[in-house]
C-alpha cells in the first residue's frame, strides 16, 4: 500500500496543475472557436450565425493590411534572424578567445521581454530622441532616419528589434548544433584541399537540416503570435499600419467591443500556427523508433 501511494504520489501532486494548466489553455481555445460562430461583441453572445465573423473579417481591409504585415516581418524577422545567427555562430566556432563572454552578449537580448524590446527600439528610433538626433547634435545635420513615423517603414522598425532580440538565440541553436560535428570530418577535407568556407557551405550546413528546422518553427511561431513587441514598439501605428493579426484581434475584442471578430481573428492565427506546428511534431514522432 505504501509503495503504491509513493509511485502515486507525483501523479498526484502533478495532476491539479495538469487540469488547470489543459483547461485554461485548451479549454479556451474551444471557446474562443466557438464565439467566432456568434455574434458576440462587448459580451459573449451563443446566438450562432455561421461564418457571417469570418465573412466580415476577410471583407476588413485591416484585417489584409495585418497580413501584409504579418508577412513583410515574419519573412524578414525569421530570415535575418537565422542569417545573423548562423553567422555569430560559425565565428564562435573557430574557437576565439573570450568566447564565453561574446556568447553571453549576443544572448543577453534573448533574456529581455519583448516590452523592454520594443521600448528601448522606441527610443533609439524615434527621430527627436535616438539615432537621428544624436547624429544631428554629432554635426550630421543632413542625417535622417525617421522610419518610425512613416507608415510604409514603420513595419521594418520592429523588424529590426525582432531581429536583435532573437538572433543570439538561433546563434544558441547553430552553435550547439556545430559542436556536435565530428572534428574528424573537417580535418579530412582540409587535408583533401577544401577551403574553410566550401567545408562550411557544402558540408557543414547541409547536415544542420534538423537544427535549420527546429529554429525556423519556433521563429516562425513567434512572428506569428508578435504582439508585445509591436504594441511596446509603434503600437499598430502609424495609424493601423504596423497592424499585425494578434493586435488586429486585441483592437477589435477589447477595445472596440468586437469580440465575434476578434475570435474569428484568432481562430485564423490558431489555425497557422497548427498548421507550422503538427507537421513537425507528426515528423518527430514519426521519425522516433518505436520501443519495443
Known amino acids: 500500500m505504501t509503495r503504491r501511494f509513493e509511485s502515486a504520489l507525483p501523479k498526484l501532486v502533478v495532476a491539479p496543475a495538469f487540469v488547470l494548466g489543459f483547461a485554461f489553455i485548451y479549454g479556451f481555445m474551444v471557446w474562443n472557436g466557438v464565439l467566432s460562430f456568434t455574434a458576440s461583441r462587448m459580451l459573449p453572445r451563443y446566438d450562432f450565425v455561421g461564418l457571417e465573423q469570418y465573412q466580415a473579417l476577410w471583407a476588413l481591409e485591416r484585417w489584409w493590411v495585418a497580413l501584409k504585415n504579418l508577412a513583410i516581418f515574419g519573412s524578414l524577422y525569421v530570415g535575418g534572424a537565422m542569417a545573423l545567427g548562423i553567422v555569430l555562430a560559425i565565428l564562435l566556432d573557430q574557437r576565439v578567445r573570450a568566447e564565453g563572454a561574446l556568447r553571453t552578449i549576443y544572448l543577453y537580448p534573448m533574456a529581455l521581454s519583448f516590452v523592454v524590446t520594443g521600448t528601448a527600439w522606441k527610443w533609439i528610433l524615434n527621430p527627436s530622441l535616438g539615432l537621428e538626433k544624436l547624429m544631428h547634435d554629432l554635426g550630421w545635420q543632413s542625417f535622417s532616419f525617421d522610419w518610425l513615423v512613416q507608415t510604409d517603414t514603420a513595419i521594418y522598425c520592429v523588424v529590426i528589434a525582432g531581429v536583435w532580440q532573437s538572433a543570439g538565440f538561433a546563434m544558441a541553436l547553430f552553435l550547439a548544433g556545430l559542436r556536435g560535428i565530428d572534428d574528424s570530418i573537417i580535418k579530412a577535407a582540409r587535408i583533401d584541399g577544401a577551403s574553410l568556407p566550401r567545408i562550411y557551405w557544402r558540408i557543414i550546413l547541409p547536415s544542420l537540416g534538423p537544427v535549420f528546422f527546429s529554429t525556423l518553427m519556433v521563429l516562425s511561431h513567434l512572428a506569428i503570435k508578435s504582439f508585445d513587441l509591436v504594441m511596446a514598439l509603434t503600437a499598430g501605428g502609424p495609424g493601423y499600419a504596423t497592424d499585425v493579426p494578434a493586435t488586429f484581434m486585441f483592437v477589435m ?40
Open 253 to 292: 475584442s477589447f477595445n472596440r467591443g468586437q469580440i465575434g471578430l476578434g475570435a474569428a481573428s484568432a481562430t485564423m492565427m490558431l489555425a497557422t500556427v497548427a498548421a507550422l506546428v503538427v507537421p513537425y511534431l507528426y515528423s518527430e514522432l514519426r521519425s522516433k523508433p518505436h520501443d519495443h
